[in-house]
């Protein structure tokens, strides 16, 4: 896999604002040596569709975005790289294991199930396979977004993160918080309150609903490694996850962008002008 098959960087790589987009899971390039036993179509289900490019007019404002070539499928980078399902392996992982618990649901650093239960492999990976998908996209990404992270606070003295995420209308059988929840129109995860300022996770929450949105905080996705690993609200390193209802945009069953996009499109950049204002006056 070349590089342009793992990251793309879209905009500049020196934020003219202190924010940084990224987009973990909009990957859509199937690697060769991916091994599913399910159809491509079927292994786009993880996929935040069409997030990279919700989020791409930022670039136009000086804001850089991070987005994943890879399928979430084939390693979900939003996990710690100790993240391993031992389910799917078949020889004992031989590094530090740092189970997140997502492994309940199949949805560990590399995914065992689909969101309705269904086996992504029929078969056992090995330790060379995780690893080699390790090294090949999962450090990559991760040192991208901290090398976005550390250049806009060295020139700003802070850093706003938004990690962008959608989510199905309605949870799968191996979904958070179980089968069949409805979900809000958009969700902000915060891991309650420690990887951003509070103040900055209530102003997003209050410019989303002030623009018709049904929002919860944390309930049910608190964010996971990429709000975690690189937040220090105490040294100016703000990270907060941004999950979108994909009912809002898109038709999920054709995988087909709807009427929707270009308003929830629209309403996302005035979040973004807003947040400009807001860290402005800080």
């Known amino acids: 896999m070349s590089n ?11 934020a003219a604002l ?24 079927d292994l786009r289900d993880g996929e935040d569709c069409f997030i990279d490019e919700l989020y791409l007019p930022a670039t136009e404002r000086g804001i850089p975005l991070l987005a994943a070539q890879f399928p979430r499928t084939y390693l979900d980078p939003n996990r710690h790289a100790g993240d391993i399902d031992t ?15 997502k492994a309940r649901i ?23 396979e995780l690893r080699q998908r390790i090294a090949r996209c999962h450090a990559p990404y991760h040192q991208a977004l901290q ?15 938004i990690n962008c995420h959608s989510m199905n209308a309605v949870s799968g059988a191996m979904g958070e918080g179980g ?22 996770t209530a102003f997003v929450r209050d410019t989303l609903a002030a623009r018709g949105y049904d929002v919860k905080v944390n309930d049910p ?13 105490a040294a100016g390193f703000h990270s907060l996850q941004l999950e979108v209802n994909k009912r809002l945009y898109m038709d999920q069953g ?11 499109q629209a309403d996302l950049m005035a979040l973004l002008d807003a947040l400009a204002a807001y860290i402005a006056s800080r």
């Open 254 to 264: 054709r995988l087909q962008k709807h009427a929707g996009f270009g308003r929830l």
């Open 106 to 128: 199949g949805k560990s650093l590399v995914w065992r199930t689909l969101d309705d239960g269904r086996p992504i492999y029929n078969r056992k990976l090995t330790v060379q």
């Open 4 to 14: 342009d098959d793992v990251l793309r960087i879209h905009g500049p790589r020196e």
């Open 147 to 161: 090398d976005l992270l550390q250049a806009a606070h060295a020139r700003h003295g802070q850093v706003f993160h």
């Open 87 to 101: 389910d799917l392996l078949d020889a004992p992982w031989p590094d530090a294991l740092v189970p997140s618990g």
């Open 221 to 233: 996705f608190k964010g996971v490694e990429l709000v975690r690993a690189y937040a220090n609200p």
């Open 179 to 200: 089968a069949g929840q409805p979900r809000a129109d958009m969700v902000l995860g915060d891991r309650d309150g420690t990887t951003c300022a509070p103040a900055f």
């Open 18 to 41: 202190p924010l940084v987009l990224d987009s973990p899971h909009s990957g859509t390039r199937m690697p060769a040596d991916f091994g599913a036993a399910l159809p491509e179509s």
